[in-house]
Protein backbone atom coordinates (compact mmCIF):
# COMPACT_ATOMS: atom_id res chain seq x y z
CA UNK A 1 0.00 0.00 0.00
CA UNK A 2 1.37 3.27 -1.43
CA UNK A 3 2.23 5.78 2.09
CA UNK A 4 1.77 9.26 2.66
CA UNK A 5 5.64 10.10 1.52
CA UNK A 6 5.18 8.64 -1.42
CA UNK A 7 2.18 11.06 -2.46
CA UNK A 8 5.09 13.53 -1.04
CA UNK A 9 7.68 12.38 -3.40
CA UNK A 10 5.58 12.42 -6.51
CA UNK A 11 3.52 16.17 -5.64
CA UNK A 12 7.11 17.78 -4.93
CA UNK A 13 8.55 16.23 -8.06
CA UNK A 14 5.98 17.27 -10.35
CA UNK A 15 5.68 21.10 -8.86
CA UNK A 16 10.10 20.87 -9.40
CA UNK A 17 9.64 19.15 -13.07
CA UNK A 18 7.08 21.84 -13.97
CA UNK A 19 4.51 19.38 -14.99
CA UNK A 20 0.89 20.41 -15.70
CA UNK A 21 -0.71 17.23 -13.93
CA UNK A 22 0.97 14.23 -12.20
CA UNK A 23 -1.01 10.99 -11.40
CA UNK A 24 -0.90 9.39 -8.06
CA UNK A 25 -2.34 6.24 -6.93
CA UNK A 26 -5.73 5.88 -6.41
CA UNK A 27 -6.24 5.14 -2.67
CA UNK A 28 -8.94 6.82 0.19
CA UNK A 29 -5.59 8.32 2.20
CA UNK A 30 -4.20 10.39 -1.38
CA UNK A 31 -7.57 11.29 -2.22
CA UNK A 32 -8.43 12.95 1.58
CA UNK A 33 -5.18 14.86 1.07
CA UNK A 34 -5.38 15.89 -1.84
CA UNK A 35 -8.77 17.01 -1.51
CA UNK A 36 -7.29 18.88 1.16
CA UNK A 37 -4.62 20.49 -1.08
CA UNK A 38 -6.92 21.67 -3.41
CA UNK A 39 -9.23 23.41 -0.66
CA UNK A 40 -6.34 25.22 0.72
CA UNK A 41 -5.79 26.09 -3.02
CA UNK A 42 -2.28 23.85 -3.65
CA UNK A 43 -3.71 22.59 -6.25
CA UNK A 44 -6.05 23.51 -9.12
CA UNK A 45 -7.86 20.13 -9.57
CA UNK A 46 -8.35 16.44 -8.57
CA UNK A 47 -9.36 14.03 -11.34
CA UNK A 48 -9.87 10.26 -11.20
CA UNK A 49 -8.83 7.98 -14.24
CA UNK A 50 -6.68 5.33 -15.65
CA UNK A 51 -2.99 5.50 -15.43
CA UNK A 52 -2.92 7.11 -19.13
CA UNK A 53 -5.55 10.35 -18.94
CA UNK A 54 -8.17 11.32 -16.85
CA UNK A 55 -11.69 10.02 -17.13
CA UNK A 56 -14.01 11.95 -19.70
CA UNK A 57 -16.64 10.26 -17.90
CA UNK A 58 -17.17 8.24 -14.78
CA UNK A 59 -15.78 5.01 -14.63
CA UNK A 60 -16.63 3.27 -11.24
CA UNK A 61 -13.34 1.74 -9.70
CA UNK A 62 -13.86 -2.27 -10.04
CA UNK A 63 -11.32 -5.25 -9.25
CA UNK A 64 -10.85 -6.03 -12.71
CA UNK A 65 -9.42 -1.69 -13.44
CA UNK A 66 -7.97 -1.54 -9.70
CA UNK A 67 -4.58 -1.73 -10.47
CA UNK A 68 -4.70 1.19 -13.23
CA UNK A 69 -7.11 3.61 -11.44
CA UNK A 70 -4.79 7.17 -10.65
CA UNK A 71 -5.69 10.57 -9.39
CA UNK A 72 -4.98 13.44 -11.40
CA UNK A 73 -3.36 16.51 -9.95
CA UNK A 74 -3.27 19.52 -11.91
CA UNK A 75 -0.88 21.57 -10.42
CA UNK A 76 -1.25 25.46 -9.66
CA UNK A 77 1.04 27.92 -10.73
CA UNK A 78 0.97 31.67 -10.12
CA UNK A 79 3.55 33.84 -11.90
CA UNK A 80 5.70 30.66 -13.21
CA UNK A 81 6.33 30.01 -9.49
CA UNK A 82 4.37 26.44 -7.56
CA UNK A 83 1.70 27.14 -5.03
CA UNK A 84 2.93 24.28 -3.46
CA UNK A 85 6.96 25.09 -2.08
CA UNK A 86 7.74 22.18 0.24
CA UNK A 87 4.95 18.80 1.02
CA UNK A 88 6.87 17.04 4.20
CA UNK A 89 5.89 14.07 5.74
CA UNK A 90 6.06 14.72 9.72
CA UNK A 91 4.79 11.12 10.97
CA UNK A 92 6.76 8.24 9.80
CA UNK A 93 6.22 4.22 10.34
CA UNK A 94 9.08 4.58 12.86
CA UNK A 95 8.01 7.38 14.65
CA UNK A 96 4.82 8.56 15.08
CA UNK A 97 3.61 12.01 15.79
CA UNK A 98 0.52 12.25 17.72
CA UNK A 99 -0.48 15.69 18.91
CA UNK A 100 -3.46 16.34 21.82
CA UNK A 101 -6.05 19.15 21.33
CA UNK A 102 -3.97 21.54 23.47
CA UNK A 103 -0.80 20.60 21.30
CA UNK A 104 -2.19 21.15 18.33
CA UNK A 105 -3.54 24.87 19.65
CA UNK A 106 0.08 25.43 20.26
CA UNK A 107 1.05 24.47 16.72
CA UNK A 108 -1.42 26.58 15.25
CA UNK A 109 -0.62 29.34 17.67
CA UNK A 110 2.75 29.84 16.75
CA UNK A 111 4.57 28.08 19.51
CA UNK A 112 6.99 24.46 19.28
CA UNK A 113 5.06 22.07 20.08
CA UNK A 114 6.84 17.76 21.37
CA UNK A 115 9.59 18.42 18.85
CA UNK A 116 7.45 19.61 15.15
CA UNK A 117 8.35 23.32 14.89
CA UNK A 118 5.46 25.85 14.49
CA UNK A 119 3.36 26.26 11.48
CA UNK A 120 4.26 29.33 9.66
CA UNK A 121 1.80 31.76 7.69
CA UNK A 122 0.82 30.21 4.72
CA UNK A 123 1.54 26.60 6.14
CA UNK A 124 -1.02 24.00 6.66
CA UNK A 125 -0.81 20.65 8.93
CA UNK A 126 -2.66 17.39 7.78
CA UNK A 127 -4.34 15.35 10.36
CA UNK A 128 -5.00 11.95 10.28
CA UNK A 129 -7.87 11.68 13.21
CA UNK A 130 -11.03 9.41 14.10
CA UNK A 131 -12.75 11.48 11.79
CA UNK A 132 -11.12 10.96 8.86
CA UNK A 133 -8.12 13.39 7.40
CA UNK A 134 -8.12 16.94 8.19
CA UNK A 135 -6.60 19.96 8.16
CA UNK A 136 -5.32 21.33 11.36
CA UNK A 137 -8.01 24.40 11.46
CA UNK A 138 -10.51 21.67 11.37
CA UNK A 139 -9.45 19.26 13.60
CA UNK A 140 -9.19 22.26 16.04
CA UNK A 141 -13.38 23.39 15.21
CA UNK A 142 -14.04 19.47 15.48
CA UNK A 143 -11.93 19.78 19.03
CA UNK A 144 -10.00 16.18 17.64
CA UNK A 145 -6.30 15.13 18.56
CA UNK A 146 -4.36 13.10 16.12
CA UNK A 147 -1.51 11.77 13.78
CA UNK A 148 0.25 14.88 12.31
CA UNK A 149 1.31 13.38 8.98
CA UNK A 150 2.16 16.05 6.55
CA UNK A 151 2.97 19.92 6.45
CA UNK A 152 2.39 21.99 3.70
CA UNK A 153 3.85 25.21 2.49
Known amino acids: MPRIYDLCAR ?3 GFRARLQSIAVPDTKMNLA ?3 ILYREGFVSAVARGNHMAPD ?3 T ?3 TDNIATRRLWLTLKYKDNRPALNSLSVV ?3 SKKVTF ?3 QMKDLAAGRRA ?3 KPLAPGEIAILNTNRGVLELEEALKQNVGGEI ?3 AS
Open 11 to 13: VQN
Open 33 to 35: VCN
Open 56 to 58: ATY
Open 60 to 62: PTT
Open 91 to 93: SKP
Open 100 to 102: TVN
Open 114 to 116: KFI
Open 149 to 151: IAR
